[in-house]
Nanobody
Framework: QVRPVESGGGLVQAGGSLRLSCAAS????????MGWFRQAPGKEREFVAT????????DYSDSVKGRFTISRDNAKNTVYLQMNSLKSEDTAVYYC?????????????????WGQGTQVTVSS
């Protein structure tokens, strides 16, 4: 199993950038596709991005496509989410999750392990 731990959240002005990191303990990290989800107050958890276990395949929600980039470094057991051109509507708690499906998924209930989340606040 893996235990994801997110970091890198914070307060940023609209138009700015942040990079989130998710370090996953366990020697089986490279067996999991990884995903990022987010949840704003009063809203349902929302898919952001996913990356296959090899890193060769990625997918994004329409709301972040072209602004966010997901990547992974299997040697460091870490997945990243580079967020550029941030908007106030990106404000949410961001969660990292691990999926045994090698290609990942946009469905949150298909993920097996979740981190505790990191807060991202974008001021307008």
């Amino acid at each position: 199993q893996v235990r994801p731990v997110e970091s890198g959240g914070g307060l940023v002005q609209a138009g700015g950038s942040l990079r989130l990191s998710c370090a996953a303990s366990g020697r089986t990290f490279r067996r999991y596709a990884m995903g990022w989800f987010r949840q704003a107050p009063g809203k349902e958890r929302e898919f952001v991005a996913t990356i296959s276990l090899s890193g060769g395949s990625t997918d994004y929600s329409d709301s972040v496509k072209g602004r966010f980039t997901i990547s992974r470094d299997n040697a460091k057991n870490t997945v990243y989410l580079q967020m550029n051109s941030l908007k106030s509507e990106d404000t949410a708690v961001y969660y990292c999750a691990a999926d045994l499906n090698p290609f990942g998924s946009s469905e949150w209930d298909e993920y097996d392990y979740w981190g505790q989340g990191t807060q991202v606040t974008v001021s307008s």
